[in-house]
Structures are given as C-alpha cells and as structure tokens.
C-alpha cells in the first residue's frame, strides 16, 4: 500500500504542471458554459415578455380601442394581445374578440376594416408620442367606405391640430 502511495505522489509530482493546466481547463470550460447559459434565447425571451408587457401596455391597448372608436370603427371585433415569444423576439397579433376559432384578422374582415384597424394600431402608437417628425399618409382612404373615409379625415385633422399647437 505504501508502494502504491508512493508511486501515485510521484505520478502526481512528475504531472504537476498538466493538471494544473487541466484544472485551469477545467475552470475555463466551467466559466464559459454559465456565460452561455446566460445568453440563452429563452432568458432573453423572457426578459423581452417582461419589457413588452411594459411597452404594449394597457395605456396603449387602450388608445388603440380609443383610436379604433374615433375612426368609427368600434363595432368591429377585435383586440391586442400577445401572440408569442420565441428566441428573444415577442410577437403581438390584433384577433378577433370572442372567436370560436382561430380565424386570422385578415381572413375575415374586409380590406377596408383591415385598412381601418391597422390604421387605428399605427395612431395608438405614435398618437400619444412627443414626436416633432412628420408622417406622411400615401392615400390613407382608399379601401374605406364612406364613413370610415370620413371619421379617417376627421382623426388626422385633429392629429395636425395637435402637432401645430
């Protein structure tokens, strides 16, 4: 027994410098896998749902149903809601309220009520913005009925309004 403790302090001896190189190895390897593990699509995708609750939050959910309502468009059936989060990106999707199937938005409504509540979702975002910058509307009616022509020439009025003020 003795023989063999001698023999494996002098392995240990002769060897010294690899395993110490092996365990310093050993200790990179360690850093490097927490610091990947820390960089992992899903701790950033939960961390982007957080800060997405933030920015898409009921202030702007509800200036998009305060928009969809100003544009005259409060009869159609729809809301924002989180769609997913995959690989560090959220996704937020307008559905249909009350669905009893998936049905997507642009499946069902019509150009013009498509048009409309997009429309309603690009207001509910920079309406509430201290934006000095203009935005330039390329025929913003076209797809409209009338009344919805209308109540769209009424909202951007009032918008100009604001800006000159």
Same mark, same amino acid.
């Given at each position: 027994?003795?023989? #063999?403790?001698l =023999? $494996?302090r002098?392995?240990l001896?002769?060897?010294?410098?690899?395993?110490?190189n $092996?365990?310093?190895?050993i200790?990179? +390897?360690?850093?490097?896998? $927490?610091?990947?593990?820390?960089?992992?699509s899903?701790? @950033?995708?939960?961390?982007?749902s957080? !800060?997405?609750a @933030?920015?898409?939050?009921?202030?702007?959910?509800?200036?998009?149903?305060?928009? &969809?309502?100003?544009?005259?468009a409060?009869? +159609?059936?729809?809301?924002? =809601?989180?769609?997913k989060?995959?690989k560090g990106?959220v996704?937020?999707?307008i559905? &249909?309220?009350?669905?009893?199937?998936?049905?997507?938005? =642009?499946?069902? !409504?019509?150009?013009g009520?498509?048009r409309?509540?997009?429309?309603?979702a690009?207001l509910a975002?920079?309406?509430e913005?201290?934006?000095n910058?203009?935005?330039? #509307?390329?025929?913003? +009616?076209?797809? !409209?009925?009338?009344?919805?022509?209308?109540?769209?020439i009424?909202?951007?009025?009032? !918008?100009?309004?604001?800006? @000159?003020?």
């Open positions: 027994a003795q023989i #063999f403790d =023999e $494996a002098k392995w001896f002769d060897n010294k410098n690899d395993i110490i $092996a365990q310093k190895d200790l990179k +390897i360690e850093k490097i896998t $927490a610091a990947i593990k820390l960089c992992r899903n701790k @950033l995708s939960s961390k982007n957080e !800060l997405s @933030l920015l898409v939050s009921q202030q702007f959910i509800d200036n998009f149903q305060k928009e &969809l309502n100003l544009l005259g409060r009869n +159609i059936g729809v809301h924002i =809601e989180k769609s989060t995959s990106k996704y937020h999707a559905r &249909l309220k009350d669905a009893k199937i998936n049905s997507k938005v =642009e499946s069902v !409504l019509s150009e009520e498509f409309i509540v997009s429309l309603a690009f975002d920079v309406s913005k201290a934006l910058a203009p935005f330039i #509307f390329d025929d913003p +009616i076209s797809s !409209l009925d009338v009344d919805y022509e209308e109540k769209t009424e909202r951007i009025i009032e !918008l100009s309004k604001n800006i @000159l003020t």
